[in-house]
């Protein structure tokens, strides 16, 4: 059992950078492929980006490419999204998750609360 913690979100202006981290309380993020993603008010959860285990390989949403950047210290049991130039429309609830399936996809094994994140204009 993997119990997926979020943090790192909070209040911030257009254009400013956050860095969001996700780790797991309880097991193990080793062979674990894992992802972050998204839920604006009033809307679905949406991918944002993932990385697979066994091989680094990374993807990104289109509307994240260039600003936002994933990465793991696996020695720390945790991932991180790195998010710079920020926009209002990234305000959103942000949650990580982990699964045995090849990113990118939505399929997840367990996922965090969540963080939200709120870009002030």
């Known amino acids: 059992q993997v119990q997926l913690v979020e943090s790192g979100g909070g209040l911030v202006q257009a254009g400013d950078s956050l860095r969001l981290s996700c780790a797991a309380s309880?097991?193990?993020?080793?062979?674990?492929?894992m992802g972050w993603f998204r839920q604006p008010p009033g809307k679905e959860r949406e991918f944002l980006a993932g990385?697979?285990?066994?091989?680094?390989?990374?993807s990104y949403t289109d509307s994240v490419k260039g600003r936002f950047t994933i990465s793991r210290a696996s020695a720390k049991n945790t991932v991180y999204l790195q998010m710079s130039s920020l926009k209002v429309e990234d305000t959103a609830v942000y949650y990580c998750?982990?699964?045995?399936?090849?990113?990118?996809?939505?399929?997840?094994?367990?996922w965090g609360k969540g963080t939200l994140v709120t870009v002030s204009s």
């Open positions: 998750g982990a699964t045995n399936k090849r990113m990118p996809t939505s399929t997840m094994n367990y």
């Open positions: 309880t097991g193990t993020l080793t062979y674990y492929n």
């Open positions: 990385i697979n285990w066994i091989d680094g390989s990374i």
